[in-house]
């Protein structure tokens, strides 16, 4: 299984809104409504951020949002904060009942 | 709230066994309501998927490993664990266990993470 295809970098000012993209394939992203998405800081455990294409967990921000169209699903982030800036990586399930991660996207806060 | 911890030896030999544990506190590792998932990352690199196990036994593994994967959970300890074989360098990397629910995507709680090193 190939890992899904990320941007490697992202940037924002302040404020402003950035997307990530995540492009799969119909036996994954395109088959699926189970994408994920993790936010990483330097030395720290991922932190599921998006699950099931849309649903946000308890307590993450609502500046966090995802969406799918075809075989590319993308995290949204508005508000753009300092704190956001990290590695974020999407992840799908896939036809053979496994999973697969994106390539991860360095999001930079100008 | 649920926790995770990896443990095991931080550096093995090239063509040994790399083996880790995961225990979880503070709720039910018996709850068939969840997969237990490991996932590695090599320094400076992306997430790779390792596989993951139900404690029902049914398991599920990367196709790229599974050749060298297994998996076992055992409730009574309230851990699960992993054993690859036949390791090399290329097997070195920050190991992390994750819960994952079984009717929806997603992997939370993760554990810390733990470094295995596979040198001589």
């Known amino acids: 299984q190939s890992a899904l295809t990320q941007p490697a970098s992202v940037s924002g000012s302040p404020g402003q809104s950035i997307t990530i993209s995540c492009t799969g394939t119909?036996?994954?992203?395109?088959?699926?409504?189970?994408v994920s998405w993790y936010q990483q800081h330097p030395g720290k455990a991922p932190k599921l951020m998006i699950y099931d294409v849309t649903n946000r967990p308890s307590g993450v921000s609502n500046r966090f949002s995802g969406s799918k169209s075809g075989n590319t699903a993308s995290l949204t982030i508005s508000g753009l904060q300092a704190e956001d800036e990290a590695d974020y990586y999407c992840?799908?399930?896939?036809?053979?009942?496994?999973?697969?991660f994106g390539t991860g996207t360095k999001v930079t806060v100008l | 709230q649920v926790q995770l911890q990896e443990s095991g030896p931080g550096l093995v030999k090239p063509s040994q066994t790399l083996s880790l544990t995961c225990t979880v506190s503070g709720g039910s590792i018996s709850s068939g309501s969840y997969y237990w998932n490991w996932i590695r990352q090599p320094a400076g690199k992306g997430l790779e998927w390792i596989g993951r196990?139900?404690?029902?036994?049914?398991?599920n593994y990367n196709p790229s490993l599974k050749s060298r994967v297994t998996t076992s959970v055992d409730t009574s300890k309230k851990q699960f664990s992993l054993n690859l074989s036949s390791a090399t360098a290329a097997d070195t990397a920050v190991y992390f266990c994750?819960?994952?629910?079984?009717?929806?995507?997603?992997?939370?709680?993760w554990g810390q993470g733990t470094l295995v090193t596979v040198s001589s």
């Open positions: 992840s799908s399930h896939t036809s053979s009942s496994t999973y697969v």
């Open positions: 994750a819960r994952e629910d079984y009717s929806t995507s997603g992997f939370d709680p």
């Open positions: 119909n036996s994954d992203v395109g088959g699926y409504n189970y």
């Open positions: 196990i139900h404690t029902s036994g049914s398991t």
